[in-house]
């Protein structure tokens, strides 16, 4: 009978090389599943900040679009179904009593106001500026938002400056107002009537 060679090496590999194989799989799945989920990470955080920064984008454009067209500019301490003012403006936006950034429509089927969070920004800082009595005014402003990201500051010149009813709480010797630190602070914007 012939007795059977575990070591010629017919018969399969060893413990010894079953465990280094193991071991060094092992390791190369880790780095595998750690490079994959970095990378997701990674991906969704850009995403993330994308989305916020597009949000921050569309307030901005929001902004300076109803700026540059208003007559009448406001400041707002509430935001109330009975206020006139309100409720013919086109476009509020500001800081209520919680701290939080809101843009309000007026609903003329609930007489009342519809409130949208924008979640994205902390703040809102706004400066007018006329250096001479004939030269149109222009409004500086500076979204500041919630997270990590760079604020957005732009200016806007009043086009409607003859016709332009402006806040008197703007012109205070030039200085800004920081709508967050005056909360609940809202910045109300009418256009011009067409035809006008």
Do not use: H
């Not at 569309?58 to 400041?75: A, F, G, M, P, R």
């Not at 500086?140 to 003859?162: A, D, T």
């Not at 009813?165 to 914007?189: A, C, M, T």
């Amino acid at each position: 009978m012939k007795k059977n060679n575990w070591n010629n090496g017919e018969m399969g590999f060893t413990l010894v090389e079953l465990l280094v194989a193991l071991l060094i799989s092992g390791i190369l799945m880790a780095t595998v599943i750690s490079v994959f989920l970095m990378a997701q990470k990674i991906y969704t955080r850009g995403g993330d900040i994308s989305y916020k920064q597009k949000s921050i984008t569309n307030i901005e454009t929001d902004l300076q679009n109803n700026l540059s067209t208003s007559v009448e500019v406001k400041l707002l301490n509430s935001i109330t179904s009975t206020d006139v003012i309100a409720k013919n403006a086109d476009y509020i936006i500001g800081i209520d009593d919680k701290g939080q950034c809101v843009e309000k429509i007026y609903n003329a089927s609930i007489n009342d106001f519809d409130t949208y969070p924008v979640d994205q920004i902390r703040d809102i800082v706004l400066n007018v500026t006329q250096t001479t009595t004939n030269e149109k005014k222009a409004m500086n402003y500076e979204l500041i938002p919630q997270n990590l990201m760079s604020n957005l500051s732009g200016g806007i010149i009043f086009n409607n400056s003859k016709n332009l009813q402006l806040d008197s709480r703007f012109i205070v010797n030039g200085n800004k107002i920081n709508l967050e630190i005056n909360k609940p602070l809202f910045l109300v914007l009418k256009k011009a009537e067409k035809g006008n």
